[in-house]
């Protein structure tokens, strides 16, 4: 696993104190292991190599040493990433677990899952040679990450921003050398976002600076920025007329590859044609409570029936941001009165339009600070608003996902209590791994877990059309769960795909084509429900084992404190042990 911009880092609780609160034998090592001062120099190290090498996300993580450095795209920087990756993991792996303190025996299976999951990318998914995307796209985040926070004074940020812009169209040059044999909705992907990103850099980033003075800076950044503008149209060119026909490759990972994903990223060992019945089983549970809830909305319509009435009554497509901003008081207020779980003092993140070059596959997404920024520390919620170039009819469609109660459960995930309340306990997060890398199953499913709770907790009294919304969207997670798997290694094709989404998701059409060019890429995204009956398969333990000491906010705060964890490792901190995990 890379150094990853979207982690959202939480504070971590002692093991031994979680231990014993539920019950669990408390593990004899010290607070201080005799390995640990070695553990966290070597961890220090990996960091730093990991900042060095991805510089993008180290000035997302805060860490501004290397703002004026872009990746090293070229095969040879691969190969020593993958080499020096698996250095780390030996090393890692020699450091006696019984000599560290619980919290560094947690990091060092943390740590050690990071290492192989980022072997396993570059070395055997290996997206820098099938995805064209993560070039011109990973350019655009660049410039973006230098625009969208003011972390240093604006001829700061110039003069570092123009330092990666001369660099990139050698990187897009690395581009057709590594290229090779793309799957073809990957090259169109590419080419679908492409004019988004390169407008960027026509438009938003010299906007940005338009207060820099220094003549000199700004006849270097025009002479970069210009150029940058050239390479991308040039790269542009070469995927439609080059690299598109060439596009044979096959994007399905293969069962194997699959399981090895979920491994090392999640550690869930559970085999495919068992989660396959813990979605099935999942999606059947969550239809029929849809179809229950429709009845008490409008018993004389079918549930389809009574979801596009709720889909029709959204707000126009221009005041999407606004409506969504004054919907997240009343979630803050919520969690605090009823006691689900602390809120720590902070402003509310603040709601924008996606950014072009993230809008083909991602509907609404929370970006805050990285956790080391001391500056610069605004968060905002992205939402997607239709393309302006798509037809009347296919904006009108569209929008249908932004119905009034949608936006309230979206609310939920990406700000309070999901996204945003786990970055808020980042700055008491005393280990830095936990800062940089993290479990999709902890962070995706712990706020997908919250969408159903806050609605049983009693959210907006329990009103149906809440908790249509919340089913719909936990009907999209499953679909999710069901479609990466099937597309991946049962051969299910982008149609059938979109067919899912649809007919048993419950989704627009626009949706489910989203969803489905996602699925290409982001194969594992079943992590969502799979986190999240996790979560609930946790609670329901640690309640067993509380008893009469159990309370929703105990458990809440105990949880979102241990950190982006993988779910085992949580289930080790709270229970003593792993266990079942579904």
Same mark, same amino acid.
């Given at each position: 696993?890379?150094?990853?911009a979207?982690?959202?880092?939480?504070?971590?609780?002692?093991?031994?104190?979680?231990?014993?609160?539920?019950?669990?034998?408390?593990?004899?090592?010290?607070?201080?292991?005799?390995?640990?001062?070695?553990?966290?120099?070597?961890?220090?190290?990996?960091?730093?190599?990991?900042?060095?090498?991805?510089?993008?996300?180290?000035?997302?993580?805060?860490?501004?040493?290397?703002?004026?450095?872009?990746?090293?795209?070229?095969?040879?920087?691969?190969?020593?990433?993958?080499?020096?990756?698996?250095?780390?993991?030996?090393?890692i792996?020699?450091i006696?677990?019984?000599?560290?303190?619980?919290?560094k025996q947690?990091?060092?299976?943390?740590?050690?899952?990071?290492?192989?999951?980022?072997?396993?990318?570059?070395?055997?998914?290996?997206?820098w040679?099938?995805?064209?995307?993560?070039?011109?796209?990973?350019?655009?985040?660049?410039?973006?990450?230098?625009?969208?926070?003011?972390?240093?004074?604006?001829?700061?940020?110039?003069?570092?921003?123009?330092?990666?812009?001369?660099?990139?169209?050698?990187?897009?040059?690395?581009?057709?050398?590594?290229?090779?044999?793309?799957?073809?909705?990957?090259?169109?992907?590419?080419?679908?976002?492409?004019?988004?990103?390169?407008?960027?850099?026509?438009?938003?980033?010299?906007?940005?600076?338009?207060?820099?003075?220094?003549?000199?800076?700004?006849?270097?950044?025009?002479?970069?920025?210009?150029?940058?503008?050239? $390479?991308?149209?040039?790269?542009?060119?070469?995927?439609?007329?080059?690299?598109?026909?060439?596009?044979?490759?096959d994007?399905?990972?293969?069962?194997?590859?699959?399981?090895?994903?979920?491994?090392?990223?999640?550690?869930?060992?559970?085999?495919?044609?068992?989660?396959?019945?813990?979605?099935?089983a999942?999606?059947?549970?969550?239809?029929?409570?849809?179809?229950?809830?429709?009845k008490?909305?409008?018993?004389?319509?079918?549930?389809?029936?009574?979801?596009?009435?709720?889909?029709?009554?959204?707000?126009?497509?221009?005041?999407?941001?606004?409506?969504?901003?004054?919907?997240?008081?009343?979630?803050?207020?919520?969690l605090?009165?009823?006691?689900?779980?602390?809120?720590?003092?902070?402003?509310t993140?603040?709601?924008?339009?996606?950014?072009?070059?993230?809008?083909?596959?991602?509907?609404?997404?929370?970006?805050?600070?990285?956790?080391?920024e001391?500056?610069?520390?605004?968060?905002?919620?992205?939402?997607?608003?239709?393309?302006?170039?798509?037809?009347?009819?296919?904006q009108?469609?569209?929008?249908?996902?932004?119905?009034?109660?949608?936006?309230?459960?979206?609310?939920?995930?990406?700000?309070?209590?999901?996204?945003?309340?786990?970055?808020?306990?980042?700055?008491?997060?005393?280990?830095?791994?936990?800062?940089?890398?993290?479990?999709?199953?902890?962070?995706?499913?712990?706020?997908?877990?919250?969408?159903?709770?806050?609605?049983?907790?009693?959210?907006?009294?329990?009103?149906p059309?809440?908790?249509?919304?919340?089913?719909?969207?936990?009907?999209?997670?499953?679909?999710?769960?069901?479609?990466?798997?099937?597309?991946?290694?049962?051969?299910?094709?982008?149609a059938?795909?979109?067919?899912?989404?649809?007919?048993?998701?419950?989704?627009?059409?626009?949706?489910?084509?989203?969803?489905?060019?996602?699925?290409?890429?982001? $194969?594992?995204?079943?992590?969502?429900?799979?986190?999240?009956?996790?979560?609930?398969?946790?609670?329901?333990?640690?309640?067993?084992?509380?008893?009469?000491?159990?309370?929703?906010?105990?458990?809440?705060?105990?949880?979102?404190?241990?950190?982006?964890?993988?779910?085992?490792?949580?289930?080790?901190?709270?229970?003593?042990?792993?266990?079942?995990?579904?």
């Amino acid at each position: 696993m890379s150094l990853r911009a979207a982690i959202r880092p939480v504070l971590f609780i002692a093991l031994t104190a979680a231990a014993a609160a539920c019950g669990a034998p408390a593990p004899p090592a010290p607070a201080s292991g005799s390995g640990d001062a070695e553990f966290t120099k070597l961890v220090a190290e990996i960091l730093e190599d990991g900042y060095f090498r991805y510089p993008t996300q180290a000035t997302y993580l805060g860490i501004h040493k290397y703002d004026d450095k872009l990746e090293n795209y070229s095969r040879g920087a691969v190969d020593d990433a993958v080499a020096t990756a698996r250095k780390f993991r030996g090393q890692i792996e020699k450091i006696d677990p019984a000599s560290l303190s619980p919290d560094k025996q947690l990091d060092r299976e943390f740590v050690d899952h990071a290492l192989t999951s980022r072997i396993l990318d570059l070395d055997v998914i290996k997206p820098w040679a099938k995805d064209p995307d993560t070039y011109s796209s990973g350019l655009a985040n660049t410039a973006y990450i230098m625009i969208k926070r003011a972390f240093a004074p604006a001829d700061v940020r110039l003069r570092a921003l123009v330092a990666r812009e001369q660099a990139m169209p050698a990187a897009l040059a690395e581009a057709r050398k590594n290229l090779q044999n793309p799957p073809e909705i990957y090259t169109k992907i590419a080419i679908e976002q492409i004019d988004d990103s390169r407008d960027m850099f026509a438009t938003a980033v010299p906007m940005a600076f338009k207060d820099v003075k220094d003549p000199a800076l700004v006849a270097d950044f025009k002479k970069a920025n210009d150029a940058v503008i050239a $390479a991308f149209d040039d790269y542009k060119s070469w995927l439609k007329n080059d690299l598109l026909p060439k596009s044979k490759g096959d994007f399905a990972y293969g069962a194997d590859l699959y399981h090895q994903r979920l491994v090392a990223d999640e550690m869930v060992d559970t085999a495919l044609d068992e989660l396959l019945k813990i979605a099935d089983a999942d999606i059947k549970k969550n239809q029929a409570a849809f179809a229950e809830t429709a009845k008490k909305i409008d018993p004389t319509k079918t549930p389809m029936a009574v979801l596009e009435s709720l889909q029709n009554d959204h707000p126009p497509a221009g005041k999407l941001l606004a409506t969504t901003q004054a919907e997240l008081d009343s979630l803050a207020k919520f969690l605090t009165e009823h006691h689900i779980i602390t809120v720590p003092q902070a402003a509310t993140a603040r709601v924008q339009e996606t950014p072009p070059f993230m809008r083909a596959t991602t509907s609404a997404s929370m970006d805050t600070p990285g956790p080391f920024e001391k500056v610069a520390t605004e968060a905002y919620y992205n939402m997607t608003l239709p393309d302006p170039k798509s037809s009347p009819s296919e904006q009108a469609d569209y929008m249908k996902q932004w119905y009034y109660a949608a936006i309230t459960n979206v609310s939920v995930h990406e700000a309070w209590p999901g996204h945003y309340l786990q970055f808020l306990y980042a700055k008491d997060f005393p280990s830095d791994a936990r800062k940089v890398f993290g479990a999709n199953t902890n962070i995706e499913g712990w706020a997908h877990y919250c969408e159903q709770m806050i609605e049983d907790e009693g959210f907006h009294a329990d009103q149906p059309k809440y908790r249509l919304a919340q089913l719909q969207d936990a009907l999209l997670r499953d679909a999710r769960f069901v479609v990466g798997i099937r597309m991946h290694t049962q051969g299910m094709t982008m149609a059938q795909a979109e067919e899912f989404f649809q007919k048993e998701g419950y989704q627009p059409a626009s949706v489910a084509v989203q969803e489905t060019k996602r699925g290409t890429a982001d $194969a594992t995204y079943g992590y969502y429900t799979m986190g999240k009956l996790m979560i609930l398969k946790l609670r329901d333990d640690y309640k067993a084992r509380m008893g009469q000491a159990y309370t929703l906010q105990g458990f809440h705060d105990a949880f979102i404190k241990l950190g982006p964890l993988q779910l085992p490792l949580i289930r080790k901190a709270m229970l003593g042990q792993v266990g079942n995990i579904f």
